[in-house]
């Protein structure tokens, strides 16, 4: 069965990037730091990643997110979704216009421009499609940025919400919480390593 599992880094004071964040300075100053842990050489670091990414089968991102990662400083063969741990999974970004051109043509782009219900629903259609290629089951990743995933919180469209808890408190940047509708969460797994707590939790509709 395909969830819809959203899963971000965080600081310990609530933000998902430094302040100033920027495309050219897409984690914010001092943001690094909540990504340690997805190049860590620690095992179990290496094992949330990996776990993490074998289980997309398609990733939803807003447009600003989208802005960073397509920029000039954004991924490539080292940096990219999963840090090589897995394929290229199909990416859906939330927007209100396609851009004029793509610097990543070689991942699969599809550009929904009628909501983040929408975009879900894209997605979810990608990875039943992707789960059945496979022979296995494969979820939606929401991956941010903090907007996007508050958004999907506060319409009921997330099942699991998977938080990486960086060590470090970044005073300012992009918050992931900000109000929005209250939510009761249940708590799946608590992992600390050397580098980070990893949390999941479900979310109660």
């Given amino acids: 069965m395909t969830r819809i599992i959203a899963d971000i880094s965080v600081s310990l004071d609530g933000y998902v990037t430094g302040p100033d964040a920027s495309p050219r300075n897409g984690l914010g100053t001092g943001g690094e730091a909540l990504h340690t842990w997805a190049f860590s050489d620690d095992p179990d670091d290496r094992e949330v990643l990996r776990e993490g990414t074998a289980r997309s089968g398609a990733v939803v991102l807003g447009r600003h997110l989208f802005d960073v990662v397509d920029g000039p400083q954004g991924w490539d063969d080292t940096t990219g979704y999963g840090a090589s741990e897995v394929g290229k999974p199909a990416f859906v970004v939330v927007t209100s216009a396609p851009p004029e051109s793509v610097r990543t043509a070689d991942l699969d782009w599809t550009f929904v421009t009628t909501g983040l219900p929408d975009a879900v629903t894209a997605a979810r259609t990608r990875a039943e499609a992707a789960s059945a290629k496979s022979g296995k089951d494969l979820d939606v990743i929401l991956m941010g940025g903090g907007a996007t995933i508050a958004s999907a919180l506060d319409a009921g469209l997330v099942?699991?919400?998977?938080?990486?808890?960086?060590?470090?408190i970044l005073g300012a940047g992009t918050p992931?919480?900000?109000?929005?509708?209250?939510r009761t969460l249940v708590r799946r797994s608590v992992l600390p390593t050397s580098t980070a707590t990893h949390l999941t939790y479900d979310v109660v509709r």
Avoid at 159 to 168: E, G, K, N
Avoid at 176 to 182: E, M, Y
């Fill in 176 to 182: 992931l919480f900000t109000g929005g509708a209250p």
């Fill in 159 to 168: 099942d699991t919400l998977s938080l990486h808890l960086a060590p470090v």
